[in-house]
């Protein structure tokens, strides 16, 4: 079946960087537009940015600019998001989300999460 | 930056309709998607392009837009469809996505 798996969870320092992954399965992985999206305990859904598998192009959130960098292997069918100079506010569950253009580019598949705690 | 606004939360009785609001200066121009959250698991669509219904979502959802808001309506709500619901759309340029900040939906 179509499902997006990412990278167990992650605990890092403050001022390290984080690179999480979301494996595609059950479809051509670079026919669809890769999201991510970030959840802090409690709160709401925070869009990061998008990928297309295709052609490697990106797009980020003004927030992420500069800190956040999208990238995948085809050969593996893996996008990866990596996020640098990590502080406290970037504990979050992160997930990956496959955007469908038969849903007009809603997010119709998304990973389980990945848990990024950042302490000292 | 665009903001998409919502209420923090919404009670209704079991059998009851439950609406749920979106406000954004920009949703007469971009899509609007709705996206149902149960404690501890990763977001479902249930609606997209204001309101459309993906197949295996239950007809009593629906969606409809009027002007710079959308609306969530859940109709003959049941105790499953307790949740956090989220709107989601883009700037008036499509560059950037964007969610609203959340409603909990309670069945009393």
């Known amino acids: 079946q179509v499902q997006l798996v990412q990278s167990g969870a992650e605990v890092k320092k403050p001022g390290a960087s984080v690179k999480v992954s979301c494996k595609a399965s059950?479809?051509?992985?670079?026919?669809?537009?890769i999201n991510w999206v970030r959840q802090a305990t409690g709160q709401g859904l925070e869009w990061m940015g998008w990928?297309?598998?295709?052609?490697?192009?990106?797009g980020y959130a003004q927030k992420f600019q500069g800190r956040v960098t999208m990238t995948r292997n085809t050969s593996i069918s893996t996008a990866y998001m990596e996020l640098s100079s990590l502080r406290s506010e970037d504990t979050a569950v992160y997930y990956c989300?496959?955007?469908?253009?038969?849903?007009?580019?809603?997010?119709?598949?998304w990973g389980q999460g990945t848990t990024v705690t950042v302490s000292s | 930056s665009y903001e998409l606004t919502q209420p923090p939360s919404v009670s209704v009785s079991p059998g009851q309709t439950a609406r749920i609001t979106c406000s954004g200066d920009a949703l007469p121009k971009q899509y609007a998607y709705w996206y149902q959250q149960k404690p501890g698991q990763a977001p479902v669509l249930v609606i997209y392009k204001d309101s459309e219904r993906p197949s295996g979502i239950p007809e009593r959802f629906s969606g409809s837009s009027s002007g710079t808001t959308v609306t969530l309506t859940i109709s003959g709500v049941q105790a499953e469809d307790e949740a956090d619901y989220y709107c989601q759309s883009a700037d008036s340029s499509g560059t950037y996505k964007v969610f609203g900040g959340g409603t909990k939906l309670t069945v009393l």
């Open positions: 059950g479809y051509t992985f670079t026919s669809y537009d």
């Open positions: 989300a496959r955007v469908n253009i038969y849903f007009s580019d809603g997010m119709d598949v």
């Open positions: 990928m297309n598998p295709n052609s490697g192009n990106t």
